[in-house]
């Protein structure tokens, strides 16, 4: 297989390797608006471009910069086809409901499609149907239940028994007339909108928690409050949890990609394999060249081992049903999933009528963003909105789920038990430069990054949430609790909660 190899450490996606933003300052003071909206990816910017829509004046924030989390690690399609999914949907809450879901998405791909053109944005939107495939006969009955479900929500489909790129496919179901798009060429055009109406966006201001009451009040890490009539999280995880326990009913994924251009042409399409391991492939352009975009071997948080190996099983799939000539980009991302598979949108609990939630998109957050900036929207201007049932975080789980429930915290307690166990069996001395990894060190179990300097940064590898022991992302460069999926950097500085405290530095001396 001849292909060129960028490093790990220069792995980034293609969107952000493509894209252009204006920088914004960190919050210096005490700030008022009508919402205070945390989390600058393409919720929390669809939910501000909703606000001002209904007249209202919005504060944005973001830990880091906009668009560089989950966002600008997607895979940007346009759809609602969420994987295998309504057949059991159907089962789980009913025909009627699962007709709103389905509903929902549709509107959200039409209004991301009626921006564009309204707006006439420069982001690559393409319309293409999407694609289910198998290359087992208990795939195949799979995708017949799957097309059972579409029938009966009247989703306009199409039944393949064969696809040009791959002869060993047995079966494909198509949703048609979807839509894949650049992310972040579309949200950098929003961004410019929301500048000119007004709307206040800071990066680099971290959300730690908040003041609750008649007035609510989001506090920054360096202690300022930015005071609304509502506060939306809209930062992946919700950075308040309010005794919504959310981090038990949520649990993280990664998976991967490679952008690469290959031999045979990609079919106009979008196509989800759904055996296992699952693979995904789509169109992109780079510099106005044609590439495909190989997605897949996801895993939970923290549990995936090293990167690398993950790398090389896209590359490999790639190369044996297009041929690979070169390997651009790498890149890793992070979806959460709740307990029934359906995001939590609204209000946070019961008890939080002025702070609002968007979370656990799975891998379809660009029609969800959109279903939650106008669900909300709703809510907030005490409208009724036809999907508010669906999404509601403190909706009622049925019994199937709360076997789930117990899976995934059984599962959390075996990786708290065999992180304590474990006992590392490298050096410092075994590392790289540029590699982390878990350590001996004075007679300490800590984990340690080598810069390609050779200088080194230990962390204690206990997570400051619930006490799990963390593990080394070589593909993200941080460190990934494989319980609850909160993220550290390097320097032990937290990425993505639920932790709110970073890991404890110890010191090296050379």
């Given at each position: 297989m001849e292909q060129e190899h960028k490093e790990m450490d220069q792995s980034q996606s293609l969107w952000l390797a493509d894209k252009k933003k204006d920088s914004f300052p960190s919050v210096s003071e005490d700030l008022t608006a009508d919402v205070i909206i945390v989390g600058g990816g393409i919720t929390g910017i669809a939910t501000a471009f909703e606000m001002t829509e209904r007249g209202l004046d919005v504060i944005m924030i973001d830990a880091n910069e906009l668009m560089q989390g989950t966002t600008g690690h997607t895979t940007a399609k346009v759809t609602s086809q969420h994987d295998v999914y309504y057949h059991e949907l159907i089962q789980h809450i009913g025909m009627p409901n699962a007709r709103l879901y389905v509903e929902a998405n549709e509107k959200a791909k039409e209004l991301i499609q009626t921006r564009v053109k309204e707006h006439q944005i420069e982001c690559q939107l393409e319309v293409r149907d999407a694609y289910l495939y198998t290359k087992e006969e208990s795939g195949v009955k799979k995708l017949k239940k799957e097309l059972d479900a579409y029938k009966q929500l009247g989703i306009d489909h199409d039944w393949k028994t064969e696809l040009p790129f791959d002869p060993e496919i047995k079966a494909a179901l198509v949703m048609k007339q979807q839509a894949q798009f650049h992310p972040l060429h579309y949200l950098n055009a929003l961004v410019q909108l929301l500048i000119e109406r007004g709307v206040r966006i800071y990066e680099n201001t971290a959300a730690v928690d908040v003041k609750e009451g008649h007035r609510p009040a989001v506090i920054t890490k360096n202690g300022h409050h930015l005071t609304g009539r509502y506060i939306i999280s809209c930062s992946h995880f919700p950075f308040y949890d309010g005794k919504g326990l959310y981090f038990t009913r949520i649990h993280p994924n990664q998976s991967y990609v490679v952008a690469a251009k290959?031999?045979?042409?990609?079919?106009?399409?979008?196509?989800?394999?759904?055996?296992?391991?699952?693979?995904?492939?789509?169109?992109?352009?780079?510099?106005?060249?044609?590439?495909?975009?190989?997605?897949?071997?996801?895993?939970?948080?923290g549990q995936g081992g090293d990167a690398r190996t993950h790398y090389e099983a896209l590359e490999k799939f790639g190369h044996e049903i297009l041929g690979i000539q070169e390997v651009l980009y790498r890149w890793s991302t992070h979806d959460l999933v709740t307990m029934d598979k359906i995001p939590y949108i609204g209000y946070l609990t019961k008890n939080h009528p002025n702070i609002l939630v968007a979370t656990g998109f799975r891998k379809w957050g660009m029609t969800t963003s959109h279903v939650a900036a106008t669900l909300i929207g709703d809510l907030i201007e005490g409208k009724s909105n036809p999907y508010e049932s669906i999404y509601i975080p403190s909706r009622f789980v049925p019994d199937p789920f709360v076997k789930e429930f117990i899976k995934e915290n059984a599962n959390v307690a075996a990786q708290l038990i065999t992180g304590k166990l474990n006992r590392p069996d490298q050096t410092i001395d075994n590392l790289k430069p540029g590699e982390g990894g878990i350590v001996s060190y004075e007679h300490k179990k800590c984990g340690a990054f080598k810069s390609e300097d050779g200088n080194v940064v230990l962390v204690d590898t206990t997570c400051t949430h619930l006490g799990c022991e963390v593990a080394w992302n070589n593909s993200d460069r941080t460190w990934d609790c494989p319980c609850h999926g909160s993220r550290f950097s390097v320097t032990g500085e937290v990425v993505e909660g639920p932790a709110k405290k970073p890991l404890k530095r110890s010191y090296y001396e050379q």
């Open positions: 290959t031999n045979k042409p990609l079919p106009d399409g979008m196509y989800l394999g759904i055996d296992q391991p699952s693979h995904s492939l789509r169109t992109a352009k780079i510099n106005g060249e044609k590439v495909v975009l190989i997605g897949g071997e996801g895993h939970k948080t």
